[in-house]
């Protein structure tokens, strides 16, 4: 009976008007920057949190995470027109969509990752409902020796998923968790790396670096490269596809659902592992699987299904536990600790309306999207016709306007132009950024339990390991990194990336 | 062979973790460490500062001795994306929001391929009654909309 007055309270927070209303603009703005290349959710979060300061906890969250599975819908649309994904989690949507598109396809190709996408969200916000719970229940017994380990563990995730050298990659964590360490300590009152600067006494804002590393150094590298981008629409076709087309995509879809639902909540996982992890399967079972590559309908709506469902699962180690799975849900935890919410077990005792609202808004908003995206996806084409030269004026201006509207101080942004170049300067030595974000969310978080940890065993350090939970975290995360650096793994892990 | 190793990534990027490492380690050599009961403030940076070093060492090693990803050239004239923002930040605080807009928006399409003027100007007059309808009417920021006289 619990599960009922849980899924009612959700629903009343939910369904009232002004939280459709910012449902309804979170799922428009994420169909919006996943139609469109050269615009991800982490920027388009960052530069709107400032916004959000003045909502409602729960109105502000419904309103990102719509940004964020709304995305997931919009970046099929680029990857099957455009060859392009609009998301780097619809990288592999392009293979078979693109080519479906070549055949007259397109519309059948855009309707099954509609209606993938739709299953698969609402299947993995009940999974959310089911479950999360339970995991709230374990994570509150968990001490800072283990919180420690556990965020340990999430870094090194986050650290195996990233494309290319994994050294490199372990040193943009530490770097952002050293960028972390930047403002006053919190223990002592003393002020660290600020150089006198005031407005560094405090940290640096994430909104600022998010901005500078994701959203400023983007348009550079995006100018530097010069724009090809041919839009392949002669032809839409009917957008629903035929009956025997659902016969053929229906065991995907439920595979991409299942799949995408459980990477989501890994350490580390999200949208992106799905969406690989889903497609690999496909053309692993595929009774004929030269058929993949070729337009393959199976190869759309696998991993379209799964990389719905891995964004909106990957809420919940950020709700349960209070550790975000990649960098999407580290700004998520911002703009839950600007709203004076400590993500963790507790949210969902301290903040009912807010956890359950959340999970409730899902369906709300896979049913928007589904409307946004079938009966709508004309505008979306005709959007993706806007060449880029207009586009990024435009998202340079409401970067600019969101960093200033932190704290009207100017100076913010120069700060966010210089992480801009840095950001350029890591692209160039071949450095992701996605890491660097994760260490500086987590950075304080890991110094303050690490002081805890020490304190509770007097500075022996070995508790890390003697205790049973925080050891088998810590054993996890080196057996990841082992495999991982394993020569034969390597080598596929390249080949994965590649494709 | 060091010209060589010099076109490459990884000699770059793990000279770039190394000099942040020892940067962070010299700029933070007077805060006090503590011990590892009671953590001073310069412990944690002290620790990830040695590790970044490390890490830094083993890519720069990497990139002096195995073959990789090259450095490619780049182009100075997208930066400009970056003046634009400089000067919108003087912009806005002395002469308010739109001409902030304006000065962005035309030094920011400069950074592009094509510059042509009447797609500029148009977009300059779309964005500033945007954002003042959205930030200013609708979301009720008050940013200064001009300037003060």
Same mark, same amino acid.
């Given at each position: 009976m619990d599960a009922l007055s849980h899924l009612v309270l959700g629903m009343t927070v939910a369904l009232t008007p002004m939280n459709i209303a910012y449902c309804f603009v979170g799922c428009l703005l994420g169909t919006l920057i996943g139609v469109l290349p050269g615009l991800g959710p982490v920027p388009t979060i960052a530069m709107l949190l400032p916004l959000t300061f003045n909502l409602p906890p729960e109105t502000s969250l419904i309103m990102l995470a719509g940004i964020y599975y709304g995305a997931q819908y919009g970046g099929s649309v680029s990857a099957i027109l455009? *060859?392009? $994904?609009?998301?780097?989690?619809s990288v592999v949507t392009c293979i078979d969509g693109y080519q479906m598109a070549r055949q007259g396809r397109a519309g059948p190709a855009l309707g099954i990752s509609a209606i993938g996408s739709f299953f698969a969200g609402c299947v993995a916000a009940l999974v959310m409902f089911l479950f999360a719970p339970l995991l709230s229940k374990v994570a509150l017994s968990v001490g800072p020796t283990d919180y420690f380990s556990m965020m340990v563990l999430g870094l090194i995730s986050a650290v195996v998923l990233a494309s290319g050298s994994l050294l490199k990659a372990v040193g943009m964590v530490i770097l952002g968790v050293l960028l972390g360490t930047v403002g006053t300590d919190l223990n002592t009152g003393m002020r660290r790396f600020t150089f006198d600067i005031l407005s560094l006494s405090d940290g640096i804002d994430f909104v600022i670096i998010a901005v500078g590393l994701f959203a400023f150094a983007e348009i550079l590298a995006n100018l530097a490269q010069g724009e090809k981008r041919e839009v392949f629409t002669s032809r839409l076709g009917r957008v629903l596809p035929s009956r025997d087309d659902i016969r053929q995509a229906a065991g995907a879809i439920v595979r991409g659902t299942f799949l995408g639902s459980l990477l989501g909540v890994? &350490? +580390? +996982?999200?949208a992106l592992l799905a969406s690989f992890a889903s497609y690999t399967v496909e053309k692993k079972i595929a009774r004929d699987p030269s058929r993949f590559g070729r337009g393959a309908i199976e190869g759309v709506a696998a991993p379209e299904s799964a990389n719905n469902a891995g964004a909106q699962t990957s809420m919940v180690p950020l709700l349960t536990l209070g550790i975000p799975p990649n960098a999407v849900m580290a700004l998520m935890l911002g703009a839950l600790t600007i709203q004076g919410i400590t993500p963790g077990p507790q949210v969902m005792n301290s903040d009912p309306r807010l956890f359950w609202g959340l999970i409730a808004s899902l369906w709300i908003g896979n049913i928007i999207l589904v409307i946004l995206n079938l009966p709508l996806i004309g505008i979306w084409i005709r959007l993706l016709r806007v060449p880029y030269r207009m586009l990024f004026p435009a998202i340079l201006l409401f970067c600019c306007i969101g960093v200033y509207s932190? *704290?009207?101080? $100017?100076n913010d942004l120069l700060f966010a132009a210089v992480f801009g170049a840095v950001g350029y300067g890591f692209a160039k030595v071949g450095c992701e950024p996605a890491p660097l974000l994760l260490g500086f969310i987590l950075g304080p978080l890991m110094e303050e339990n690490l002081r805890r940890a020490l304190l509770l065993s007097r500075g022996d350090a070995a508790i890390f390991i003697t205790e049973p939970l925080s050891a088998a975290l810590l054993a996890a995360a080196l057996i990841l990194l082992v495999v991982v650096a394993a020569p034969s793994v390597r080598r596929r892990r390249e080949a994965a990336f590649q494709e | 062979m060091l010209q060589r190793a010099f076109r490459r990534q990884d000699t770059w990027a793990g000279l770039m973790f190394l000099g942040v490492g020892i940067a962070a380690l010299w700029i933070g050599r007077d805060y006090p460490t503590g011990?590892?009961?009671?953590? +001073? &403030?310069g412990f944690f940076p002290d620790l990830l500062s040695f590790l970044l070093c490390g890490i830094g060492a083993l890519v720069t090693l990497r990139g002096l001795i195995a073959d990789g990803e090259k450095i490619t050239g780049t182009a100075l004239r997208p930066f400009l994306v970056l003046v634009a923002v400089a000067l919108f930040a003087l912009a806005v605080t002395s002469g308010g929001l739109v001409p902030a807009i304006v000065v962005l928006t035309v030094v920011g399409a400069c950074a592009g391929h094509e510059f042509r003027l009447h797609e500029v100007a148009a977009l300059t007059l779309a964005l500033a009654v945007f954002s003042v309808a959205v930030f200013d009417w609708a979301l009720g920021m008050h940013l200064p909309l001009w300037p003060a006289w």
């Amino acid at each position: 009976m619990d599960a009922l007055s849980h899924l009612v309270l959700g629903m009343t927070v939910a369904l009232t008007p002004m939280n459709i209303a910012y449902c309804f603009v979170g799922c428009l703005l994420g169909t919006l920057i996943g139609v469109l290349p050269g615009l991800g959710p982490v920027p388009t979060i960052a530069m709107l949190l400032p916004l959000t300061f003045n909502l409602p906890p729960e109105t502000s969250l419904i309103m990102l995470a719509g940004i964020y599975y709304g995305a997931q819908y919009g970046g099929s649309v680029s990857a099957i027109l455009v *060859n392009l $994904p609009g998301e780097s989690t619809s990288v592999v949507t392009c293979i078979d969509g693109y080519q479906m598109a070549r055949q007259g396809r397109a519309g059948p190709a855009l309707g099954i990752s509609a209606i993938g996408s739709f299953f698969a969200g609402c299947v993995a916000a009940l999974v959310m409902f089911l479950f999360a719970p339970l995991l709230s229940k374990v994570a509150l017994s968990v001490g800072p020796t283990d919180y420690f380990s556990m965020m340990v563990l999430g870094l090194i995730s986050a650290v195996v998923l990233a494309s290319g050298s994994l050294l490199k990659a372990v040193g943009m964590v530490i770097l952002g968790v050293l960028l972390g360490t930047v403002g006053t300590d919190l223990n002592t009152g003393m002020r660290r790396f600020t150089f006198d600067i005031l407005s560094l006494s405090d940290g640096i804002d994430f909104v600022i670096i998010a901005v500078g590393l994701f959203a400023f150094a983007e348009i550079l590298a995006n100018l530097a490269q010069g724009e090809k981008r041919e839009v392949f629409t002669s032809r839409l076709g009917r957008v629903l596809p035929s009956r025997d087309d659902i016969r053929q995509a229906a065991g995907a879809i439920v595979r991409g659902t299942f799949l995408g639902s459980l990477l989501g909540v890994l &350490p +580390g +996982g999200g949208a992106l592992l799905a969406s690989f992890a889903s497609y690999t399967v496909e053309k692993k079972i595929a009774r004929d699987p030269s058929r993949f590559g070729r337009g393959a309908i199976e190869g759309v709506a696998a991993p379209e299904s799964a990389n719905n469902a891995g964004a909106q699962t990957s809420m919940v180690p950020l709700l349960t536990l209070g550790i975000p799975p990649n960098a999407v849900m580290a700004l998520m935890l911002g703009a839950l600790t600007i709203q004076g919410i400590t993500p963790g077990p507790q949210v969902m005792n301290s903040d009912p309306r807010l956890f359950w609202g959340l999970i409730a808004s899902l369906w709300i908003g896979n049913i928007i999207l589904v409307i946004l995206n079938l009966p709508l996806i004309g505008i979306w084409i005709r959007l993706l016709r806007v060449p880029y030269r207009m586009l990024f004026p435009a998202i340079l201006l409401f970067c600019c306007i969101g960093v200033y509207s932190i *704290n009207h101080e $100017p100076n913010d942004l120069l700060f966010a132009a210089v992480f801009g170049a840095v950001g350029y300067g890591f692209a160039k030595v071949g450095c992701e950024p996605a890491p660097l974000l994760l260490g500086f969310i987590l950075g304080p978080l890991m110094e303050e339990n690490l002081r805890r940890a020490l304190l509770l065993s007097r500075g022996d350090a070995a508790i890390f390991i003697t205790e049973p939970l925080s050891a088998a975290l810590l054993a996890a995360a080196l057996i990841l990194l082992v495999v991982v650096a394993a020569p034969s793994v390597r080598r596929r892990r390249e080949a994965a990336f590649q494709e | 062979m060091l010209q060589r190793a010099f076109r490459r990534q990884d000699t770059w990027a793990g000279l770039m973790f190394l000099g942040v490492g020892i940067a962070a380690l010299w700029i933070g050599r007077d805060y006090p460490t503590g011990t590892a009961t009671s953590m +001073g &403030p310069g412990f944690f940076p002290d620790l990830l500062s040695f590790l970044l070093c490390g890490i830094g060492a083993l890519v720069t090693l990497r990139g002096l001795i195995a073959d990789g990803e090259k450095i490619t050239g780049t182009a100075l004239r997208p930066f400009l994306v970056l003046v634009a923002v400089a000067l919108f930040a003087l912009a806005v605080t002395s002469g308010g929001l739109v001409p902030a807009i304006v000065v962005l928006t035309v030094v920011g399409a400069c950074a592009g391929h094509e510059f042509r003027l009447h797609e500029v100007a148009a977009l300059t007059l779309a964005l500033a009654v945007f954002s003042v309808a959205v930030f200013d009417w609708a979301l009720g920021m008050h940013l200064p909309l001009w300037p003060a006289w």
